[in-house]
């Protein structure tokens, strides 16, 4: 029991460490290097809500715009930034697994956390803003944000593990990605409820995990939205299988770099 918690206690020691690194990688020592990671979504609202504008779009259930964008763009990106960071870890940071201590799970995890702290960090930034300015808090659950949010982050970081691990031995797997990401923007509830749609397509839709985290987490803050399009079994169901798939690549990417 000792060996094991002293093992666990060394690889938090190695995942902290890392995400330090990568910190200081990314966004360089000073603050100004974090100026990018609020300014990609403030764009992407802007953008949407200039054609709302244009288009006369009605937002349901008394939401207002910004809040309405914010809750879905923001666990929409937090999905795509945590694949795109975490597929490429294993393959930009090889160097690192000459040390004993570092295996390719810890190179994921790194980027993982370090992408769900930053842009958990700039929705609450975003929307407590928002608040400011409307002089109103709509919040109805906190917890249920949070957790959406970590499902996004989660999943997000399993599916990453799995495409790295795979490129391990096939590199133009990751030039699949992106591809296969781009359509999830339009599919996931970003400008749309649930409930507005037909109810065919909303049968389909919902098999979608980021439209149940989506809707899951606009529920958490509008306490005039109350969704019943989102299942917490579905979602873990989702995250369970993807992290055993990734988890077992990623045991055979690590035996191949081994080599």
Same mark, same amino acid.
């Given at each position: 029991m000792r060996s094991l918690v002293r093992g666990l206690s060394a690889q938090i020691n190695v995942v902290e460490a890392l995400v330090i690194r990568e910190t200081r990688t990314r966004y360089g020592r000073f603050a100004l290097g974090y100026v990018w990671a609020f300014a990609e979504p403030l764009l992407w609202i802007g953008a949407f809500l200039l054609a709302f504008q244009l288009g006369r779009r009605h937002i349901p259930n008394d939401m207002d715009a910004v809040g309405f964008l914010a809750t879905g763009l923001l666990p929409f990106i937090?999905?795509?930034?945590?694949?795109?960071?975490?597929?490429?870890?294993?393959?930009?940071?090889?160097?690192?697994?000459?040390?004993?201590?570092?295996?390719? #799970?810890? !190179?994921?995890? =790194?980027?993982? %956390?370090?992408?769900?702290?930053?842009? $958990?960090? /700039?929705?609450?930034?975003?929307?407590?803003?928002?608040?400011?300015?409307?002089?109103? #808090?709509? !919040?109805?659950? =906190?917890?249920? %944000?949070?957790?959406?949010?970590?499902? $996004?982050? /989660?999943?997000?970081?399993?599916?990453g593990l799995a495409v790295g691990s795979l490129a391990t031995m096939a590199p133009s797997v990751e030039n699949l990605?992106?591809?296969?990401?781009?359509p999830l923007l339009w599919i996931s509830g970003v400008f749309f409820t649930a409930a507005e749609l037909p109810t065919r397509i909303r049968e389909v839709l919902l098999w979608n995990p980021l439209l149940q985290i989506t809707e899951m987490v606009r529920a958490g803050w509008y306490r005039s939205f109350d969704s019943n399009y989102y299942s917490y079994l579905y979602l873990c169901a989702w995250i369970l299988a993807m992290a055993f798939f990734a988890l077992t690549l990623e045991r055979v990417a690590r035996r191949k770099l081994e080599i």
């Open positions: 937090l999905f795509r930034t945590t694949v795109s960071r975490t597929m490429g870890a294993i393959r930009a940071n090889k160097a690192l697994l000459y040390y004993p201590q570092v295996r390719p #799970l810890d !190179l994921v995890l =790194a980027r993982g %956390i370090l992408e769900f702290i930053t842009l $958990s960090v /700039v929705f609450l930034i975003l929307l407590f803003g928002n608040t400011i300015y409307l002089e109103h #808090l709509p !919040l109805d659950s =906190a917890l249920q %944000i949070i957790v959406g949010l970590i499902f $996004s982050s /989660v999943l997000a970081g399993s599916f990605v992106s591809p296969l990401l781009r």
